[in-house]
């Protein structure tokens, strides 16, 4: 989740030496919030797509600032959602936000670290995980414990990134992080090793024009991966704009043996 070790927020929390301590974690909140406002049609796009009718209880596995929560909430009126994260902060800001928008009580906030353990989360219909499994120490461990704690037939979604977004035309790759092996990865062969049944896999090319969010977007990523000048003059460019995939994977828990399902 989202404590710069576990965060929703793509991996914005891991920047190469400009950051600074507690403006770390409102950069990080801020990103989150422009992430659930610039990729809202996209994650939308993502949630309708997935494999599933009506859950009524719901699992957003490295929550943030409620991103994929309230998109989930709009998806799925009859549904309650399980916000998990390990930023106290974060759930906080999600507490007052289902509070301005009227649904609080569809809202249940679980403080946790996935490295330690998966916290009892009922028998829920759906699990989304966006951009959160990637930072775990052992992942396959953890998607084993998802499998188990889904209701009969529950759907796991997993939503990653490719890397970090891009900003303009040839932009190279992130470099590789040895603190996030797992970020990139194709979670289609653990999925299956965890027991889950794959059911479908999805990529999103996504492309969003300059905008004063694009421009504050990539304010924050450049800042911390560039020296100051070079972050001012890489924001000068005309050509700057969001770029980046989105990939969902959707898998079912495996019917126990002689289920006949």
């Not at 719901?58 to 549904?79: C, K, Q, S």
């Not at 062969?189 to 889950?196: H, K, N, Y």
Request: charged share 25%; no cysteine; aromatic share 4%.
């Amino acid at each position: 989740m989202n404590d710069h070790r576990h965060g929703h927020g793509h991996g914005h929390g891991h920047g190469h030496g400009y950051g600074h301590g507690h403006a770390d974690i409102i950069d990080q909140a801020e990103i989150l919030d422009l992430d659930a406002e610039l990729l809202a049609t996209h994650t939308a796009d993502i949630i309708d797509w997935l494999p599933t009718t009506s859950p009524r209880h719901v699992v957003d596995l490295g929550a943030g600032t409620g991103a994929g929560t309230f998109a989930l909430l709009a998806r799925f009126p009859e549904a309650h959602v399980t916000a998990v994260d390990s930023s106290l902060e974060h759930l906080q800001r999600l507490r007052v936000k289902a509070g301005e928008r009227g649904l609080a009580d569809r809202v249940h906030t679980v403080l946790a670290d996935l490295d330690t353990d998966v916290p009892d989360l009922g028998a829920p219909d759906l699990i989304w995980a966006s951009a959160s499994l990637h930072h775990l120490k052992d992942p396959a461990h953890t998607l084993r414990r998802l499998h188990d704690v889904l209701a009969a037939g529950g759907l796991l979604a997993v939503v990653e990134l490719a890397g970090m977004p891009r900003f303009f035309p040839g932009q190279a790759p992130d470099a590789l992080d040895e603190r996030l092996p797992h970020r990139g990865a194709d979670w289609g062969p653990m999925l299956t090793a965890a027991g889950f049944v794959r059911e479908g896999e999805r990529t999103i090319t996504v492309h969003i024009e300059r905008s004063p969010e694009v421009e504050r977007y990539a304010q924050i990523v450049l800042g911390r991966q560039l020296p100051p000048q070079e972050a001012a003059k890489a924001l000068s460019r005309d050509d700057l704009a969001l770029r980046t995939e989105r990939t969902v994977w959707a898998a079912r828990r495996r019917p126990p043996l002689g289920s006949g399902g």
